[in-house]
């Protein structure tokens, strides 16, 4: 039984990549002894349940820095101005650790890339340092850079390995650091709908955490488009919610208050989440440059026409496929019009998606890890 450290800069945000830590915990749980370092306030246990993963919650040892709690409830209250703030969580998490290194075998990042001079694995979301997608954080950023992120030579080193939630992160962490990661596909829980395509109701599923990333208010813009073509379509809007998207959330809710067509779920059961996939005939997901898209693949999988924004690796999902590719909101209304048309059930899989790939993958990288150790 080998030690191990898991780094994740934050559980808050309850997302995607959260999911990615709590299966590695799941899975490494049972063959060896895991300590999570992260800035969060939110309890592993309870997120754990929320998504239905199964983690031993009194073996998990959890650590977190010196008035970690009050740290993680500042930087989720400065996210609606700053950004998500992840790679200053990342970068405090990172310091803590390393008074604590030497007493674990191997450390794992869960989010994204780590400065570690011990054998490390690291999956890579979307590579947090030396970028601003928004310019009002573009300094913090580069400060926080100079300061946290690792060197080329550190990635490259025999002891580090570097894996990619798909091959359109990997190539963007290439550019960045000289280094092709792996690509291991995220964790996604196949869903068997009993609906046949033709009981399934007219409307449209988004999914997914509640965040101006996700942009689910265009949702709104799309199917108020719809309805004025006479498409009798209805919108649902269900995903996680975190504090650092208060404003946001209720702004979504205000909207679908005045409109009968829109139905907006916050934190909503993986029951209830299944039930409106396998009830509905078409997912959308309006994130520009999505890293992956669990909620693109658990559409796929239920069966859904999915349609994505032409950008990031969400595409694979799709295959890349034009129908289901789309890059103003004009664009996929008439893509979901004519889809609407001839009504024919989707035809993707994501069988090559599933959390037994996930783990059997995340178990064999770490096993190699350790044994340079």
């Given at each position: 039984?080998?030690?191990?450290?898991?780094?994740?800069?934050?559980?808050?945000?309850?997302?995607?990549?959260?999911v990615?830590?709590?299966?590695?915990?799941?899975?490494?749980q049972?063959?060896?002894?895991?300590?999570?370092?992260?800035?969060?306030?939110?309890?592993?246990?309870k997120?754990?349940?929320?998504?239905?993963?199964?983690?031993?919650?009194e073996?998990?040892?959890?650590?977190?820095?010196?008035?970690?709690?009050?740290?993680a409830?500042?930087?989720?209250?400065?996210?609606?101005?700053?950004?998500?703030?992840?790679?200053?969580?990342?970068?405090?998490?990172?310091?803590?650790?390393?008074?604590?290194?030497?007493?674990?075998?191997?450390?794992?990042s869960?989010?994204?890339?780590?400065?570690?001079?011990?054998?490390?694995?690291?999956?890579?979301?979307?590579p947090?340092?030396?970028?601003?997608?928004d310019?009002?954080?573009?300094?913090?950023?580069?400060?926080?850079?100079?300061?946290?992120?690792?060197?080329?030579?550190?990635?490259s080193?025999?002891?580090?390995?570097v894996?990619?939630?798909?091959?359109?992160?990997?190539?963007?962490?290439?550019?960045?650091?000289?280094?092709?990661?792996?690509?291991?596909?995220?964790?996604?829980?196949?869903?068997?709908?009993?609906?046949p395509?033709?009981?399934?109701q007219?409307?449209?599923?988004?999914?997914?955490?509640?965040?101006p990333d996700?942009?689910?208010?265009?949702a709104?813009?799309?199917?108020?488009?719809?309805?004025a073509?006479?498409?009798d379509?209805?919108?649902?809007?269900?995903?996680?919610?975190?504090a650092?998207?208060?404003?946001?959330?209720?702004a979504?809710?205000?909207?679908?208050?005045?409109r009968?067509?829109?139905?907006?779920?916050?934190?909503?059961?993986?029951?209830?989440?299944?039930q409106?996939?396998?009830?509905?005939?078409y997912?959308?997901?309006?994130?520009?440059?999505?890293?992956?898209g669990?909620?693109?693949?658990e559409?796929v999988?239920?069966?859904?026409?999915?349609?994505?924004?032409?950008?990031?690796?969400?595409?694979?999902?799709?295959?890349?496929?034009?129908?289901y590719?789309?890059?103003?909101?004009?664009?996929?209304?008439d893509?979901?019009?004519?889809?609407?048309?001839?009504?024919?059930?989707?035809?993707?899989?994501?069988?090559?998606?599933?959390?037994?790939?996930?783990?059997?993958?995340?178990?064999?990288?770490?096993?190699?890890?350790?044994s340079?150790?």
């Open positions: 039984m080998a030690h191990i450290a898991i780094i994740h800069n934050t559980l808050d945000f309850q997302g995607g990549a959260d990615v830590c709590l299966q590695t915990i799941a899975t490494l049972p063959a060896h002894d895991i300590t999570l370092f992260t800035v969060s306030e939110t309890s592993p246990a997120l754990a349940s929320k998504f239905n993963i199964q983690i031993d919650s073996s998990l040892k959890l650590m977190r820095p010196p008035a970690g709690m009050t740290i409830s500042i930087l989720s209250a400065a996210s609606e101005q700053l950004g998500d703030l992840l790679a200053s969580r990342s970068v405090l998490i990172q310091w803590y650790f390393r008074q604590f290194a030497e007493d674990f075998d191997a450390v794992v869960t989010a994204n890339e780590l400065d570690t001079s011990i054998p490390s694995l690291q999956y890579i979301h979307y947090q340092f030396w970028h601003a997608d310019g009002r954080i573009e300094l913090a950023n580069t400060l926080v850079s100079s300061v946290g992120a690792p060197q080329r030579q550190t990635l080193d025999h002891k580090t390995t894996v990619a939630n798909s091959q359109w992160t990997a190539d963007v962490f290439y550019d960045r650091y000289g280094v092709m990661p792996a690509v291991v596909h995220p964790p996604i829980a196949q869903i068997e709908c009993p609906h395509w033709n009981a399934r007219d409307g449209i599923v988004v999914i997914g955490r509640l965040a996700k942009r689910q208010h265009k709104i813009e799309l199917i108020d488009r719809l309805r073509d006479g498409y379509l209805h919108l649902h809007i269900a995903g996680s919610v975190s650092a998207y208060g404003s946001y959330v209720r979504l809710s205000t909207a679908a208050a005045k009968s067509y829109v139905h907006v779920e916050r934190d909503i059961s993986r029951k209830r989440l299944e409106l996939l396998c009830e509905h005939k997912g959308l997901n309006l994130k520009q440059r999505e890293h992956f669990m909620s693109v693949a559409y999988s239920a069966g859904l026409h999915t349609l994505v924004h032409d950008s990031g690796g969400q595409r694979d999902i799709v295959r890349h496929r034009e129908e590719l789309f890059e103003t909101i004009p664009q996929a209304v893509q979901i019009e004519m889809i609407h048309d001839t009504d024919i059930p989707p035809e993707l899989s994501s069988d090559h998606f599933g959390i037994s790939t996930f783990r059997s993958q995340i178990k064999s990288f770490v096993d190699s890890t350790l340079i150790g």
